[in-house]
């Protein structure tokens, strides 16, 4: 009932995480059944065989619980139950089981780092005393200073500002300081209660009752903090735990949440089925990433190391290696991704100076990215991605090419970012844009009616989908035979092998297929005797591969 029949080429009983190609949705931006603007469940059904046909294995959905949405539903108040905004829990239901009919698996988002601050858990913790066991679930400290009314530590949120607010006594005086890593909406847990640790693996058995097929755990890095909550000096990168030569900061990635997986790891093995865990974790290098995906911990860990690599032969081959051999160490599969909803789409961020550090979002009086050179390079880097071994994560919306909206009036944005940085940061909004299926249609085929959460560009038009299928050369259309031949390949489960190329290529073997992808200025040769399987953008006349191009190439058969 919940194991679908397994879509990959070795049949049943093979542990089809290791090589899946997985799609992140992003319901409320994905496809609204009730014309309100906001994507949904009944939304993402109506979809289902549109991703049937892409090709993909699985699909992982952002949060859809009860929030007040104060970090697009990051801000979870009842972990059992679905917005009405989304549908309901019914709806959830039949989403699993109309995936499960079509063999596609189901990822549920978990975010155990904090709730919402409307979570009954924190109104209680609000109106107990100091030192109570409510409060007990979260992280409550008095202020420093004599009157208490500087924060307890130096800790900031990733969103910015301060990483505590302060609360009001019951009879209005004000009171002690609560810790949040990430909006004032969203109060950390306390990972050293036992309650906390119980109620979220009472949570894990009830959506593994319902039939998902795993979880993306939010914030995996983040849930156990240093004891002595020790101030922290924030060198220019404030908001994650990839320093790679300073010492570790006190809030992430600290050695105690490895315990918290290995004990899920054990209720989903408890479980029956394949069920797997894959960790958000902003963690680097990736010798440490890899402790998060040892055998009994989770399954996969995104690889956000690889995500932020420069465009260049080197810092590509480098990351991938590196990567690798790291989660070869541990028995894992490394776990590609690209593009998600908290970064820059890859179709525009590879079009920004190569090597410049991510921006974080784009506003329109920022630079314009030429969108015709981030998508060359996004269909290049896809292309390598997908030739790789190991499991694939896609974005809603990359098959389609789908740019950021980097001119989304400021008045729109709704990311906490761009309220916390006083402006300075613009956020994520513009890789959240609901996406484009048909050009003729109100909202793009959005939803029935011409309503949208943010508004879309009229450049949408251009990547709907209706005008991508059946079209040959579009993105689209080279997603859907590169996943094709992923699958008839057999590459995600391949081995690689790297061949001697010029400078400026990346050439590799995964099983039979050869790779070369060309970040050089002269057009470059396949290997002899090979012909092109598929390529990520029109070959020169010669059949040589040009600048920001990938080829899959096999030996020519006589
Ligand atoms: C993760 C999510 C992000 C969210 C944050 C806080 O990084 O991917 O969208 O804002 O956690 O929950
Ligand atoms: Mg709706």
């Not at 059904?45 to 892409?54: P, S, Y």
Request: proline residues 8%.
């Amino acid at each position: 009932m919940n194991t679908p029949s397994t879509r990959t080429r070795d049949g049943a009983g093979t542990e089809w995480w290791r090589e899946a190609v997985i799609y992140q949705i992003y319901p409320r931006s994905f496809a609204d059944s009730d014309g309100d603007g906001i994507g949904d469940l009944p939304g993402v059904v109506d979809r289902l065989d549109d991703l049937v046909a892409l090709g993909i294995d699985a699909i992982w959905l952002s949060p859809f619980y009860p929030s007040p949405q104060a970090d697009a539903g990051y801000d979870v108040a009842d972990y059992r139950d679905v917005d009405p905004i989304f549908g309901r829990l019914t709806d959830a239901d039949r989403l699993i089981a109309e995936a499960h009919r079509r063999g596609l698996r189901v990822i549920v988002d978990l975010v155990p780092n904090h709730t919402s601050s409307a979570h009954p858990w924190f109104v209680e913790a609000l109106g107990a005393e100091p030192g109570s066991a409510a409060r007990d679930r979260y992280v409550f400290r008095d202020g420093r200073g004599q009157h208490g009314d500087r924060p307890p530590n130096s800790w900031r949120s990733v969103f910015g500002g301060p990483a505590w607010t302060r609360t009001d006594n019951p009879d209005g005086t004000p009171g002690q300081w609560y810790l949040h890593l990430f909006d004032a909406g969203q109060p950390d847990l306390n990972w050293d209660s036992e309650q906390v640790r119980d109620e979220f693996v009472a949570i894990l058995r009830f959506w593994l009752d319902r039939g998902v097929d795993g979880f993306r755990v939010d914030v995996a890095h983040g849930l156990v903090k240093q004891a002595d909550l020790a101030d922290w000096h924030y060198p220019e990168e404030t908001t994650s735990g990839d320093h790679v030569d300073q010492p570790r900061p006190p809030m992430w990635d600290q050695d105690g949440v490895h315990e918290i997986y290995r004990q899920w790891r054990s209720v989903l093995d408890e479980h029956p089925g394949q069920q797997i865990l894959v960790a958000e974790a902003w963690v680097q290098p990736a010798e440490r990433l890899a402790a998060y995906v040892r055998p009994d911990e989770m399954h996969q860990a995104f690889n956000f190391e690889y995500l932020e690599a420069a465009w260049t032969s080197d810092a590509q081959r480098t990351v991938i290696e590196r990567s690798l051999a790291a989660t070869d160490k541990v028995g894992a599969p490394t776990t590609w991704v690209l593009s998600n909803h908290d970064v820059l789409r890859h179709a525009t961020r590879l079009a920004l100076p190569i090597g410049a550090a991510r921006p974080r979002g784009i506003g329109a009086n920022d630079p314009q990215p030429d969108t015709a050179l981030g998508l060359r390079r996004a269909r290049a880097a896809t292309l390598l991605m997908l030739a790789l071994p190991g499991s694939a994560y896609l974005y809603q919306g990359e098959e389609l090419g789908l740019p950021e909206h980097t001119t989304l009036p400021d008045e729109v944005r709704q990311d906490p970012t761009w309220r916390r940085t006083d402006h300075t940061e613009r956020g994520r909004d513009g890789c959240r844009v609901p996406i484009p299926w048909e050009a003729d249609s109100p909202s793009y085929g959005f939803g029935p009616t011409d309503a949208s959460w943010l508004p879309q560009p009229p450049v949408w038009a251009e990547y709907a989908l209706d005008r991508q299928r059946d079209v040959p050369g579009s993105t689209y259309e080279l997603y859907r035979t590169a996943l094709r031949l992923r699958r008839d390949l057999g590459l995600g489960a391949g081995r690689l092998r790297w061949l001697e190329s010029p400078e400026d290529v990346l050439a590799c073997c995964v099983d039979e297929v050869t790779v070369v992808t060309n970040f050089g200025a002269e057009p470059v040769s396949l290997p002899p005797g090979t012909e092109p399987l598929i390529a990520s953008g029109p070959l020169n006349g010669s059949g040589r591969v040009p600048t920001d191009v990938t080829v899959w190439a096999r030996q020519r058969v006589r």
